[in-house]
């Protein structure tokens, strides 16, 4: 089990990954926003490197954060911890290239799609979740 990173440490990860330039074949589609993980991507390629899954389940909000009208799909989303559905994600990086990605199961109707999206720090914004009915 890991425990949730924190911020620093996720933006730690984020810097990395963005430095990396080697080519990889887990890089054409750069996964900018949300998409489906393909299935040219074995779950072998992927190596869980941490959690940002709330402890504590008050806190796995379905909020979403979009102060600038942007919504799930949206390529330049932001990437806020806290909230949904960052706050369902492991964070994993490539075997090969060790760029970072978030993932996670979506709970469909019929079937759970597993989600990609590339970390890029530039999206990443530290706000915390006020969670509902709390003092
Ligand atoms: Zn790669």
Redesign the pocket.
């Known amino acids: 089990m890991f425990t949730p990173l924190t911020y620093a440490q996720l933006l730690q990860f984020a810097h990395r990954s963005n430095a990396i330039t080697q080519s990889?074949?887990?890089?054409p589609k750069a996964f900018v926003g949300w998409e489906g993980l393909p299935a040219w991507i074995k779950e072998g390629r992927l190596r869980e490197v941490g959690s940002l899954i709330a402890a504590e389940e008050e806190d796995l909000t379905l909020d979403e954060y979009h102060p600038a009208g942007t919504s799930y799909w949206s390529s330049d989303a932001p990437v806020a911890p806290q909230f949904f559905p960052y706050n369902r994600c492991k964070v994993c990086e490539?075997v090969?290239?060790n760029?970072v990605y978030l993932r996670y199961a979506e709970a469909g109707a019929y079937h759970i799609e597993q989600r990609i999206r590339g970390l890029d720090p530039a999206l990443m914004v530290d706000v915390a979740f006020e969670g509902v009915g709390r003092a």
């Open positions: 990889c074949s887990c890089k490539c090969d290239c760029r």
